[in-house]
């Protein structure tokens, strides 16, 4: 699809991406360098990453990958510091790398809980920590008149409620939504730097998807607003504008893209019904003395 936004919108910025290699991560690596941007990569398989970055190389995109663990401080340290020697400066870091699977509390083993805690939130935060130097204004690299950057974190929308089989993965994305609330006051005051979130719906083709399963999300679209799964450019774009100037005044939200589907509830009555009924009921209710309830009329 078309990009509704200049193509130089994030010119001489450089972005690190993790998980940038596969999935809504890649999306966004591919669209910020579309926009001007020199990205930088770090997953866990290499042979992922440089597949990506070839990928990204062929569209004439400036790319380069550094495989690493977001559990491990010293690759985050190493990948962080391996990118500004690479580019000279860093401007926007996106947390995407993210480990999930189905299964129900009573089947997962505290250490499984603590493996998807330690990639998601965990992970995030170590990359911030590692990042803050860089991105802060006035940091190594970034002009005197040059703002701060930018930090950006894919989180959720299941742990608004609650959803079957993801206790591991909703406890983890609550805390990267407060990680990225709680750095939006601090850096955002100490050091100009911007921390926002997006929170995807169901992506089709990504690994979230696969594995949380797409026949089940098939049977609950009737209950979805705009009725359709989301395509990962949707969550790309929406990064784009968190990054460039067009999101300057916007800082610690996370920007919820699913379409309204965590507000889709199913509907339990027709509308014709609705407006029958709720005449009748207005009716009565005018009709009944005060305290008297209008059953008893
Ligand atoms: C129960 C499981 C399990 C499963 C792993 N474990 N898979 N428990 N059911 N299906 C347990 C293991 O038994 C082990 O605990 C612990 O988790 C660690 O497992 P490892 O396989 O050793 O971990 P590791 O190799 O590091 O792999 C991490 C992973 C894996 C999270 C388990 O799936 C992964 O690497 N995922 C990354 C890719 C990914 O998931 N992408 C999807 C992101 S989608 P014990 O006690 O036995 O030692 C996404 C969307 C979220 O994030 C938003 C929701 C809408």
Redesign the pocket.
């Known amino acids: 699809m078309e990009s509704p936004f200049k193509p130089e919108i994030l010119k001489g910025k450089v972005a690190l991406l993790t998980?940038g290699a596969?999935?809504i991560g890649f999306e966004i690596s591919t669209q910020f360098g579309k926009h001007g941007a020199s990205i930088a990569i770090m997953g866990?398989r290499k042979s992922v990453v440089d597949s990506a970055v070839s990928s990204l190389q062929s569209l004439g995109i400036p790319a380069v990958g550094f495989p690493g663990?977001v559990?491990n401080q010293a690759d985050a340290k190493r990948v962080v510091e391996s990118t500004v020697a690479h580019y000279g400066k860093l401007d926007i870091l996106v947390n995407a790398?993210?480990?999930?699977?189905?299964?129900s509390p009573e089947?997962?083993?505290?250490?499984?809980?603590?493996?998807?805690v330690d990639?998601?939130a965990v992970g995030t935060f170590t990359m911030c920590h590692e990042a803050v130097n860089y991105l802060k204004k006035g940091g190594p690299g970034r002009s005197s008149d040059e703002s701060g950057g930018m930090i950006l974190n894919?989180?959720?929308?299941?742990h608004y409620t609650a959803?079957w089989y993801?206790i591991h993965?909703?406890a983890a994305?609550a805390a990267v939504d407060a990680i990225t609330r709680n750095l939006a006051l601090e850096w955002g005051t100490d050091y100009d730097i911007r921390v926002n979130g997006i929170a995807?719906?169901?992506i089709g083709d990504?690994?979230?998807?696969?594995?949380?399963g797409p026949d089940e999300i098939e049977t609950n679209r009737e209950y979805m607003p705009l009725f359709k799964l989301g395509e990962k450019w949707d969550i790309a774009i929406a990064a784009l504008y968190l990054a460039s100037s067009a999101g300057k005044y916007v800082n610690g939200m996370t920007l919820i893209v699913d379409g309204g589907l965590w507000l889709s509830r199913p509907r339990h009555m027709p509308k014709d019904e609705v407006k029958r009924l709720s005449r009748i009921v207005e009716k009565k209710a005018r009709a009944a003395p005060v305290g008297v309830p209008s059953s008893k009329l």
């Open positions: 998980g596969s999935g866990r663990d559990r790398a993210a480990g999930n699977f189905l299964v089947d997962l083993s505290p250490n499984g809980f603590r493996t998807v990639i998601d894919i989180s959720a929308t299941l959803a993801q993965v909703n994305k995807p719906g169901p990504t690994p979230g998807m696969r594995k949380l």
